[in-house]
C-alpha cells in the first residue's frame, strides 16, 4: 500500500508515539568500524570526524517495517519506534535535532545507521521520529544540526500546527555554515 517496496509502517504502530521521548544527547565512543569509509552504489563515503560542526538542509524520509528488528551499522536491532536516525556521513553515534520548517516541529534523534543513499536526502529517520514532524508523507524539506553532547540543553518544544503540504520535490542538499538557529514554537 503505497509504500517503497511495501516498507510502511507496523500493522500495529504503539498508541503512545507521542509519549515516546526525544532521544538525549550523551557522550559515547565512536563505533569502532562504522565510521570508517565506505562504498555504495559506486560512491564512497567519508564519515565526518568527531567534534565538527554540522547543519544542512535537505530531504528527510524514514524507513519502517522493512529494516525494523535488523541491524543497524552500529549493529544494533532498528526499532521503527525509537528516537534515531541514519546519515551517510555523521559520526556513529551521533546526535541531531531536525526540524520541519514548514510546521516548526522539531525532534532529536541518535544517529546509529547509513544511509539514505538517494539523491537530495540527507537523513533517513525512524517512523516515530518522522510522525512526530509530520514527515510520513514521502520526502520533505528539514534542517539537520549536530549536537554537542556536552553542552547544555532545552527540552524540544513541539508546535501545534496544520499538516504541511506536500513538497513539489525533493531539495538538493545545501551546506550552511551560518544558517540562523530554526524558531522552535512552544506548545501550549
Do not use: C
Not at 53 to 68: F, P
Not at 72 to 77: A, F, H, K, W
Amino acid at each position: 500500500g503505497g509504500y517503497y517496496k511495501d516498507d510502511g509502517p507496523g500493522a500495529n504502530p504503539p498508541a503512545n508515539l507521542a509519549g515516546i521521548p526525544d532521544a538525549e544527547p550523551r557522550a559515547e565512543p565512536l563505533h569502532r568500524f562504522a565510521n570508517d569509509p565506505y562504498e555504495v552504489m559506486g560512491k564512497t563515503y567519508v564519515p565526518m570526524a568527531a567534534g565538527q560542526a554540522y547543519r544542512a538542509r535537505g530531504g528527510a524520509s524514514w524507513y519502517g517495517r522493512r529494516y525494523h528488528g535488523k541491524p543497524t551499522s552500529t549493529g544494533e536491532i532498528y526499532d521503527m519506534y525509537a528516537m534515531t536516525a541514519a546519515h551517510a556521513t555523521l559520526p556513529l553515534p551521533s546526535y541531531v535535532r531536525v526540524t520541519n520548517p514548514a510546521n516548526g516541529r522539531s525532534v532529536v534523534v541518535r544517529v546509529n545507521d547509513r544511509g539514505p543513499f538517494h539523491e537530495g536526502r540527507i537523513i533517513d529517520l525512524s517512523y516515530t521520529a518522522a510522525w512526530k514532524l509530520d514527515l510520513l508523507k514521502g520526502v520533505a524539506p528539514v534542517e539537520v544540526e549536530l549536537l554537542d553532547p556536552n553542552a547544555p540543553s532545552t527540552p524540544t518544544a513541539l508546535a501545534q500546527a496544520a499538516p504541511p503540504a506536500a513538497p513539489a520535490a525533493a531539495p538538493a542538499v545545501i551546506r550552511v555554515a551560518e544558517l540562523p538557529p530554526p524558531a522552535l514554537s512552544q506548545a501550549s
